[in-house]
Structure formats: C-alpha cells, structure tokens
C-alpha cells in the first residue's frame, strides 16, 4: 500500500478559506462545522483515494481525477503515484464550471 501526503495547490486552499469566510458572514460554528467535516474527508482521501468517482466535470479527464461533494463544498483532486493533490475547491451554490 502506498502512502500518500495530501498537497494543496493555492488556489483550491484560497476558495476554500474564502467559503469558510462567506459561510462564517451568517453562522461562525457552521462555518467551523463545515471547515472541520471538509478537512476530515480530506484527510481520509489517501486511505482510498479511489473511493470517489471521476471528476466529470474535467476536461479530457482520466481515472485519476476525482471529485466529491460535502455540505455544499466540491472538491476536486488528482492521484498521483505518491500524493493526492486537491487541485480546485467550489461552493456548489456556484455555477459548476468544466476545467
């Protein structure tokens, strides 16, 4: 089993400290709720990086791109042979965007 470290690229931390910001405008614990839940499946990505399905909404994508939805937070990574890289982070209130 390879182990696999979690690396962010800046734009994907960035929107995601952004959406914590606009969710903690309305509700500071459901602000940390969401950070909190957002990080755990993050941090369990690695374990079964497969889990998720393939990202449909990349561009030209192969298997390795995967996404998944938490409360309302897509997250978009890429499996590569020694880490998971999140490479894009969005509200799903937001219009959904190929890349």
């Not at 405008?25 to 889990?51: G, H, L, T, W």
């Not at 030209?60 to 499996?79: G, K, M, P, Q, T």
């Given at each position: 089993?390879?182990?696999?470290?979690?690396?962010?690229?800046?734009?994907?931390?960035?929107?995601?400290?952004?959406?914590?910001?606009?969710?903690?405008?309305?509700?500071?614990?459901?602000?940390?709720?969401?950070?909190?839940?957002?990080?755990?499946?993050?941090?369990?990505i690695?374990?079964?990086?497969?889990?998720?399905?393939?990202d449909?909404?990349?561009?030209?994508?192969?298997?390795n791109?995967?996404?998944?939805?938490?409360?309302?937070?897509?997250?978009?990574?890429?499996?590569?042979?020694?880490?998971?890289?999140?490479?894009?982070?969005?509200?799903?209130?937001?219009?959904?965007?190929?890349?």
């Amino acid at each position: 089993m390879v182990k696999r470290k979690i690396i962010w690229d800046i734009l994907a931390r960035t929107s995601l400290k952004n959406i914590i910001a606009h969710i903690k405008e309305d509700s500071v614990q459901n602000a940390e709720f969401v950070k909190k839940e957002n990080f755990a499946v993050i941090k369990e990505i690695p374990k079964n990086p497969e889990r998720y399905a393939v990202d449909k909404y990349k561009q030209d994508s192969n298997s390795n791109f995967r996404a998944l939805e938490i409360y309302y937070v897509r997250i978009a990574y890429f499996i590569e042979p020694t880490a998971i890289r999140i490479v894009r982070i969005r509200s799903t209130y937001q219009e959904l965007l190929e890349y």
